[in-house]
């Protein structure tokens, strides 16, 4: 198959999707062991999180590397997820489907468009009418709830404002408006796996 693309330090949307769109998370203990093995394979490649969302059979993150490409940060989190959720259960097989999806995101514009597009998925999902009302984002962390260490969301909001609560502010209303066709075809991982815009 064809390699994917590797920038350093470069802004990538990752969405890893349950074998066959089936569930990944059952339980609340789930996403909490979920983070968990994310925040020890960021801290273990030196990525950076700027954005996620997890839903019931797939996930998204706004991720940004170091030096060690993207494939081993997803692939730590892929494996050890799956031996962990499918340790105690009678089953064989993959969790995961076979490769995750990803799109190299290039333009400075396109970091805000992406983590908007994140955070909004439950909303088109039909999930919620809210964002603030899915508990398993990030975008109650931009609006001022606590946020975990392993995720970096003053590389977005200082995008906005310099200052804190004035960035908040715009990226209250920033959410509040439509996206545009383009930047959503700038930012959504192809169908298709390899091609260019792939990593």
């Not at 339980?27 to 062991?33: L, M, S």
């Not at 960021?42 to 990525?47: E, H, N, Q, T, V």
Request: charged fraction near 25%; hydrophobic fraction near 40%.
């Amino acid at each position: 198959r064809p390699r994917r693309l590797h920038v350093p330090g470069g802004l990538y949307h990752a969405v890893l999707r349950g074998n066959h769109r089936q569930a990944i998370f059952n339980h609340v203990d789930d996403y909490v062991r979920f983070e968990e093995i994310v925040a020890r394979a960021l801290d273990r490649y030196g990525a950076s999180l700027l954005a996620y969302c997890w839903m019931t059979n797939h996930v998204h993150l706004a991720i940004q590397i170091a030096e060690a490409p993207l494939g081993a940060v997803m692939g730590i989190i892929a494996s050890r997820y799956a031996r962990a959720k499918q340790r105690p259960l009678a089953t064989t097989g993959h969790l995961f489907e076979r490769r995750y999806r990803v799109r190299l995101v290039e333009a400075n514009r396109y970091r805000l468009a992406l983590v908007r597009y994140i955070h909004l998925n439950p909303v088109r999902a039909r999930i919620v009418v809210d964002p603030r009302d899915f508990p398993w984002s990030s975008h109650r962390a931009y609006l001022g709830a606590p946020c975990p260490d392993w995720l970096r969301i003053d590389r977005v909001l200082a995008v906005f404002d310099s200052s804190p609560d004035a960035a908040r502010a715009a990226y209250r209303r920033f959410m509040n408006e439509v996206p545009d066709d383009s930047d959503r075809d700038a930012i959504t991982p192809n169908a298709r796996r390899g091609t260019a815009h792939h990593a």
